[in-house]
């Protein structure tokens, strides 16, 4: 499978924006989608991931009612909603699947390229 994300840009503090992840190849049943970001200089940080078949959500205490990950089966895409932006959220952003979930990019694959948010006050 091959993921590739999009739509950062520039926003303002406290701002909202919302990333795509479009998959395509084969089928996602039974993974998991999750959103990493990373800045320079650190490690990837866990963002938020949905299974695919459930859609359940779970997400990083930092981004916890802020932002909001969601799929869209039928178009092969998982969204991540994001309002309520911090200077401290600008990273670029990776979508990637895991098979078994968790937290640690090294549980995921099929990096895409990333997109870049960053928020400015």
């Known amino acids: 499978v091959q993921l590739q994300a999009s739509g950062g840009g520039l926003v303002r503090t406290g701002g909202p924006l919302r990333l795509s992840c479009a998959a395509s190849?084969?089928?996602?049943?039974?993974?998991?989608v999750g959103w990493f970001r990373q800045v320079p200089g650190k490690e990837r940080e866990f963002v938020a991931s949905i299974t695919w078949n459930w859609g359940t959500p779970y997400y990083a205490d930092s981004v916890k009612g802020r932002f909001t990950i969601s799929r869209e089966n039928a178009k092969k895409m998982v969204y991540l909603q994001m309002s309520a932006l911090k200077p401290e959220d600008t990273a670029v952003y990776y979508c990637a699947v895991s098979a078994s979930g968790g937290v640690r990019a090294a549980d995921y694959r099929n990096w895409g390229q990333g997109t870049l948010v960053t928020v400015f006050s």
């Open positions: 190849g084969r089928t996602l049943t039974n993974y998991r």
